[in-house]
T-cell receptor
Framework: GAVVSQHPSRVICKSGTSVKIECRSLDFQATTMFWYRQFPKQSLMLMATSNEGSKATYEQGVEKDKFLINHASLTLSTLTVTSAHPEDSSFYIC?????????????FGPGTRLTVL | AQTVTQSQPEMSVQEAETVTLSCTYDTSESDYYLFWYKQPPSRQMILVIRQEAYKQQNATENRFSVNFQKAAKSFSLKISDSQLGDAAMYFCAYRTNAGNNRKLIWGLGTSLAVNP
């Protein structure tokens, strides 16, 4: 089955620093990837849609300059949390729909737990 | 805009018993997909089952089956012979099949506990 990886799985950083999270589709090409944020015991909140070769589409209320997304290739999207603050601490998840998708499903990375001190 | 509602924040079931998780949705579209995803304590999202709206037959995957009522906009998940490993958050999700929009619309989730 389709596999999506994320790196790192956990990251702890100091306030004011930037953190990059990578999302890779391992056995398929993904022209689109999605970035989510999830707080404990809550649902997934879509942050942005990452588009290969073009700008990301951000959801309302998500700061573009804060959460930089780059879809560098058909298998890699990155999310950079710039000037991170404690309120950015969260669980970040990426997903990708395979191009020849079976029934429209998305496949999810294992997530990245970000802690900002 | 489409919405997905899961009215049961928490459910519990005895091991080997059957449990049904509810999901309703609102849409004016006729062609779409519905999904149930499972998120265990590891937090890895796992696709449990999918349903295509134009298929009348309810989807089944081993111990998991759905009751898809298109007119009522209802999409419940039945877990039979519940196992301890079924304990997780379960999310219902909707995706249009119109155009290139692949976003998932999520319910708030149901936390399922399985009692030994």
């Amino acid at each position: 089955g389709a596999v999506v990886s994320q790196h790192p799985s956990r990251v702890i950083c100091k306030s004011g620093t930037s953190v990059k999270i990578e999302c890779r589709s391992l056995d398929f090409q993904a022209t689109t990837m999605f970035w989510y944020r999830q707080f404990p015991k809550q649902s997934l909140m879509l942050m942005a849609t990452s588009n290969e070769g073009s700008k990301a589409t951000y959801e309302q209320g998500v700061e573009k300059d804060k959460f930089l997304i780059n879809h560098a290739s058909l298998t890699l999207s990155t999310l950079t949390v710039t000037s991170a603050h404690p309120e950015d601490s969260s669980f970040y998840i990426c997903s990708a729909p395979p191009p020849v998708h079976k029934g429209g499903a998305q496949y999810f990375g294992p997530g990245t737990r970000l802690t900002v001190l | 805009a489409q919405t997905v509602t899961q009215s049961q924040p928490e459910m519990s079931v005895q091991e080997a018993e059957t449990v049904t998780l509810s999901c309703t949705y609102d849409t004016s579209e006729s062609d779409y997909y519905l999904f149930w995803y499972k998120q265990p304590p590891s937090r890895q999202m796992i696709l449990v089952i999918r349903q295509e709206a134009y298929k009348q037959q309810n989807a089944t995957e081993n111990r998991f089956s759905v009751n898809f009522q298109k007119a009522a906009k209802s999409f419940s998940l039945k877990i039979s012979d519940s196992q301890l490993g079924d304990a997780a958050m379960y999310f219902c999700a909707y995706r249009t099949n119109a155009g290139n929009n692949r976003k998932l619309i999520w319910g708030l989730g149901t936390s399922l506990a399985v009692n030994p």
